[in-house]
C-alpha cells in the first residue's frame, strides 16, 4: 500500500467510525477491568482483616481468661495460637505489661523488648489494623484487657500475609486480559463490518456522482439513510439547475454570437454594395455611412454589455464608494434617455418624496438604474409611461420603476436576472437587446448589499423595487 493510500485511509470517515467503534467497545471493558481489580483488592484485604480481627478478638479472650501472661505454657491457647498463625500464614506475639514478647509464633524475639507506636496506643486500649501493600502483610494489634478491672494487661500482635490475595489478583488479572483482547479482537471485527456498513452508501454516492460525470446517469438515488436521501436530492436539485444553466450558457452563447455577426454583416453588405457601384451619389453614400455607423453603435452597444457583465462580477471590493446625492443622479438619468422615451412616444416622470443621499458606487449605481429604466421604454407600449420614484427611511433609500409595458410572463419572472435569459427573444432581437440589462442590474444592486423585487402582470406592466442601505455595509 502506497504511502498515498494509508494517508487517505487515515483521513477516511471508515478509519474514523473503526476508531470511535473501538473506543466505544474496549473503553468500558478496560474501565471494568481496573476497577474490577482495584475493588478486588481492596475487599479481599477488608475482608481478610475482619476474619483475623474476629479470630484475634477470641483469642485475646482466651489468653486473659487462661491467665497466659503470667504461665504461657497453657497447651489451649498455644494451640490456638498456632493454630491461627497457620490458617493465615502469619506471625503472632503476645506482649505483657511490660513491653515483653513472651510468644513468638516464629521462636525469634521471645524475651525481648517491643515498643511501637501501634503497641503503644493498643495499651491505651486501641484496636489498630494497617495493610502494608509494598511489603505484603496485614498487622493487627489487640489489647489485652482484665475483664474484671477493665484494665489494659498486654498486646496481641498479629502479622499476617497478603501473598495469596496478590496471587488470586493477579491471576484475575490475567484472565481479564485474555478476556479483554478476546473482546477487542471482536470489537475490531464488528467495527470494521459496521463501518464498511455505514460508509458503503458514500461510496456508491461517489459511484454514481462519477456515472453522472461520464454521462451514464442523468440522477442520483441514494436512500440508504435521510441524510444520503437529502444530499442525492439536493445534489440533483444542484445539477438540473448546472443542466439549465448550460443550456443557457449555450444559448447565450448562440445569441450574442448572432447579435455580434448580424452588425458586421450589415456592415459588410453595405460597404459592398458602396464598393461595387461607380460613381455613387452623393446622398447615398451619406445614407449607406449613416446606416454603417448605427451598425458600429449597435456592435459597441452588445460589447459594452458584456463588459459590464464581466465587471458586475467581481467583488465588492471594486466598488468605489462616495457620498452621493441620488435624486441629482435619478434626474441626470433620466436627462438621458429622455431622447429615446420620445423617440418611442414614451412618458418619463421621476417623483422623489425626500432629498436622499447615500453611500454608493455612482457608475454602477447609474448602470443599474438606467437598465431598468431603459428596459421600461424598450418594452412598453405607444403612448405609454414609466415612473421612477425615490423615497427613503433612517436606513435605507427606496427606488421604484413602473412602466404600463408589455409585462412578464408570470413562468419567466424567476429566471429574468439569469445572465443568459431571454423572455421574448424574437421581440429583444428586434429591439435590440442582449439579455443582460437585468443581470447587470441585480449584480450591480446586490454588490451595494441591496435587494430587488419585480412584480408584473402581462400585458399590463412591471414594477421593479430597489431597496438599497444609504450607508455601505463592509463585509
Known sequence: MSKKAIRDFLKSLKFRLILLFLLIGILP????????????????????????LSQAKILTNQIVFNNYLEDASSEIVNSQINQLSNIYDGRIMVIDGNFHIIKDTYALDEGKTIVSEEVIRSFRG????????????????????????????????????????VLNQE???????????????LTLLIAISL???????????????????????????????????????????????????????????SNVSHELKTPLTSM????????????????????????????????????????????????????????VNINELLELILKRLRPIAEM?????????????????DEVKLTLA???????????NKPEGWVHVTLNADHQYFYVKVEDSGIGI???????????????????????????LGLAIARNSILMHRGAIKVFSTEGEGTIFNVRIPLTYITS
Open 195 to 253: 463501518a464498511r456498513m455505514l460508509v458503503r452508501p458514500l461510496r456508491r454516492m461517489g459511484n454514481e456522482i462519477v456515472e453522472i460525470q461520464d454521462g451514464y446517469k442523468d440522477k442520483m438515488e441514494i436512500a440508504s439513510y435521510t441524510e444520503t436521501e437529502t444530499i442525492s436530492s439536493r445534489f440533483n436539485q444542484l445539477f438540473g439547475r448546472m443542466k439549465v444553466i448550460d443550456e443557457s450558457r449555450e444559448e447565450f452563447v
Open 409 to 435: 410572463p408570470e413562468d419567466s419572472l424567476e429566471h429574468i436576472y439569469e445572465r443568459f435569459y431571454r423572455v421574448d427573444k424574437s421581440h429583444s432581437r428586434e429591439i435590440g437587446g442582449t439579455g
Open 268 to 323: 459588410k453588405v453595405l460597404a459592398d454594395s458602396l464598393n461595387g457601384q461607380e460613381d455613387v451619389p452623393l446622398e447615398l453614400y451619406k445614407e449607406f455611412m449613416s446606416d454603417i455607423g448605427n451598425e458600429i453603435d449597435r456592435e459597441t452597444k452588445i460589447i459594452n454589455d458584456l463588459l459590464s457583465l464581466v465587471k458586475m462580477s467581481r467583488s465588492a471590493a471594486d466598488l468605489n464608494i462616495s457620498s
Open 171 to 185: 491471576y484475575l488479572e490475567n484472565s481479564t486480559w485474555v478476556i479483554e483482547l478476546a473482546s477487542g479482537m
Open 344 to 360: 418611442q412616444r414614451i412618458e418619463l416622470v421621476l417623483e422623489s418624496f425626500r432629498p436622499v443621499s447615500a453611500e454608493v
Open 29 to 52: 471493558s478496560f474501565v471494568l477491568r481496573i476497577g474490577m481489580l482495584s475493588s478486588y483488592g481492596k475487599k479481599a484485604v477488608s475482608n481478610r482483616s475482619v476474619d483475623v
Open 369 to 379: 438604474i438606467t437598465n431598468l429604466v431603459e428596459n421600461g421604454i424598450k418594452y
Open 126 to 165: 486501641e484496636e489498630i489494623s494497617k495493610h502494608d501493600s509494598e511489603n505484603g502483610y496485614i498487622e493487627m494489634t489487640i489489647p489485652l484487657i482484665e475483664a474484671e478491672s477493665k484494665e489494659t494487661v498486654g498486646v496481641l500482635l498479629v502479622s499476617v500475609s497478603t501473598d495469596s490475595i
